[in-house]
């Protein structure tokens, strides 16, 4: 196991920035979750740690040790790919001693952690059988077996669970998960998918265009979003993002003629003051359409149910939102649509950064 | 199509016939098949081919494994270069055979004047029995060794990089890679190249009329040059058919022993 940090890394393909000047420690033990939209240099900025990438400068340190020039063989890392990358030539038994046997270590020594990892993935049945007659989450799970068997420092996976049906998919995660925290092993985890980053990761790490936009365990991730792309990367259906212009007495929506009245001390007063152009975000679970009084007048455009909960959109100008119906029964499309202070994010216009309101939520 | 030609060569086996003498065919059983099986001669001449065939497809393997490695990979040049490479292989087996016939002449031959260059005594290449099989082998090869990269290079190719990405965070080195990776997952492709070099090589006929005429004396004929020498030199056609009988059946048999071994290795994937 090891601490795993990267310091002011940037890697260049033939002028292409992938990973700009990135920096972050990875602490012993810790589940690290890379998310972000493709191309976003995630998979690069994992490929640099694993040694099949070569930085264009900046360091790569495994405990505190440059780690640079050392080839992915030399790392003592393990890594578990997008697709497979099983060997198909030989017996899933094989597969998993291949790391062992490429390194020289004693019979004795592989048969005793082949049954250990053998236990922990339950693949007893599996092991004379070749990679070509496993369905893909076996497979992966054969990879991850594979990745463990020699204690590696860090774990790398790259998008492990993309390739492997919806149903399993939820076992695989929560078995990943269990594994890791059993191990303890420093992980650092690739993925598009932020139910997987948010359910597995100790801290998120999110990246849009080669850069890390925001460090954060989930949570804050979801609540304290720092700019526009992290509030509507994080978050299904995505964060409303309206136009404002402040009026007397409250905000105007986008280009219609409704006020939405906000407490003082929700507002950012000095950004307001400073008269700078804000952005309200805000997303759709603190949108109500309600029999309640005391909300907005917007027009309802449609009313649709996913499972338990309903969704309506409405409409502000041109921009469609969307929002929760909580009416006990639906009725027409006319609605009292509420904002939940708590959930109004400001953004600066112009550069999309989030801008605090005076008191925290 | 197939069928008559076939079944008259085995017709003609079995009869005492020469297609110069039309009308005097007579059925003589297996008696083409004993004569020519107890005949010393021709032992020599599946010696002879045994040793060529030997000689030719290990280093057509070794050299076309170790060439197609290197053009796997991406270099600067490497279209190029793999278009020459292949030119051999286009040629006509008796341009290959004359080819190779001057550069070995004794007298003026370029071998020879690279030999002398560097202070070596001559050789006389097609005069003697061990040179000119090594010197047959070596046009073989230079012609059929082009045909294994080919086929090795696609093998090499069609392994996906993540394997090989897998592989080195493993800890496999370059050469435990080669081994346990790289030849077992292109075996399948490579077992197929040697079928077909085992065949051809065994087969081979017009590269020794142009390069050898099968001298010196007979020594160099291999069984093939002798099924058209008795057929068409002496036309003992009866006989001739036996031989190429016993040639179809041994090369049936190897081909049959090497594809079920193919199916075997297509088994596990």
């Known amino acids: 196991m090891a601490e795993i940090a990267l310091k002011n890394l940037s890697i260049e393909f033939g002028g292409f920035k992938a990973v700009d000047d990135v920096s972050l420690t990875v602490a012993n033990g810790e589940f690290v979750v890379y998310l972000g939209p493709s191309g976003c240099g995630k998979t690069t900025t994992l490929r640099s740690i694993a040694g099949l990438v070569r930085a264009t400068s900046g360091d790569v340190l495994f405990d505190g040790v440059r780690v640079n020039e050392l080839t992915a063989s030399e790392r003592n890392i393990a890594m578990v790919f997008q697709f497979v990358s099983l060997y198909p030539h030989l017996s899933i038994k094989e597969n998993i001693v291949f790391p062992l046997k490429a390194r020289g270590v004693t019979k004795v020594q592989i048969a005793r952690k082949l049954e250990w990892v053998t236990d922990i993935f339950k693949l007893g049945d599996e092991l004379a059988r070749y990679p070509g007659a496993l369905p893909p989450g076996a497979r992966q799970k054969v990879a991850l077996a594979r990745a463990v068997i020699r204690d590696p420092a860090v774990l790398l996976l790259d998008e492990p669970l993309s390739a492997i049906d919806e149903q399993f998919r939820e076992e695989m995660r929560w078995e990943l998960g269990h594994l890791q925290r059993q191990l303890g092993v420093t992980t650092i985890y690739v993925t598009h998918d932020q139910r997987e980053a948010m359910s597995l990761a100790d801290r998120i790490v999110l990246m849009n265009n080669g850069s890390i936009v925001q460090v954060s365990e989930p949570n804050r991730m979801f609540f304290d979003p720092v700019d526009v792309f992290a509030g509507q990367f994080i978050g299904s259906p995505s964060m409303n993002l309206i136009d404002l212009a402040p009026v007397e007495g409250g905000l105007r929506l986008g280009d219609s003629d409704v006020t939405l009245t906000v407490a003082r001390d929700r507002l950012p007063q000095w950004a307001l003051s400073a008269g700078r152009p804000l952005k309200l975000g805000v997303r759709p679970v603190n949108v109500h359409l309600t029999d309640e009084p005391g909300g907005v007048f917007l027009p309802v455009e449609d009313i649709y149910s996913v499972g338990r909960e309903r969704f309506f959109s409405f409409r502000i100008g041109e921009t469609v939102h969307q929002g929760v119906d909580k009416r006990v029964s639906p009725g027409g499309s006319e609605g009292c649509v509420h904002f939940d202070p708590e959930g109004l994010l400001f953004f600066d216009a112009a550069t999309g950064r989030r801008v605090a309101a005076e008191v925290k939520g | ?269």
């Open chain 2, 1 to 269: 199509m197939v069928a008559y030609p076939f079944f008259s060569l085995i017709y003609y086996s079995f009869h005492n016939f020469s297609a110069l003498r039309q009308g005097t065919m007579k059925p003589v059983g297996f008696k083409n098949y004993t004569f020519l099986l107890s005949d010393p001669e021709l032992w020599d001449r599946f010696v002879f081919t045994g040793k060529f065939v030997f000689i030719c497809v290990t280093l057509q393997m070794l050299i076309g494994i170790f060439v197609g490695y290197q053009m796997q990979k991406n270099f600067r040049g490497r279209d190029v270069v793999f278009t020459i490479l292949m030119m051999p292989m286009m040629l006509s087996p008796v341009v290959v055979g004359f080819l190779w016939r001057y550069m070995l002449n004794s007298e003026w031959g370029l071998v020879n004047f690279l030999l002398a260059s560097v202070g070596l005594a001559k050789v006389d290449w097609l005069g003697q029995t061990t040179p000119a099989l090594w010197a047959a082998a070596a046009a073989d090869t230079w012609m059929w060794t082009p045909f294994i990269v080919l086929l090795a290079t696609a093998a090499f190719r069609g392994i996906p990089e993540t394997i090989y990405e897998a592989a080195e965070v493993d800890g496999a080195s370059p050469a435990y890679r080669f081994f346990r990776i790289t030849l077992p997952m292109s075996a399948p492709v490579l077992f197929i190249a040697l079928i077909l070099r085992l065949i051809d090589s065994f087969k081979q006929y017009d590269l020794f009329v142009a390069l050898t005429g099968g001298g010196p004396g007979s020594s160099t004929e291999t069984v093939s040059f002798a099924v058209a020498k008795t057929a068409f030199s002496y036309f003992y056609t009866g006989e001739a058919s036996a031989l190429a009988v016993i040639l179809l059946v041994i090369i049936i048999g190897l081909s049959m022993i090497l594809v079920r071994h193919l199916t075997k290795i297509g088994e596990k994937y």
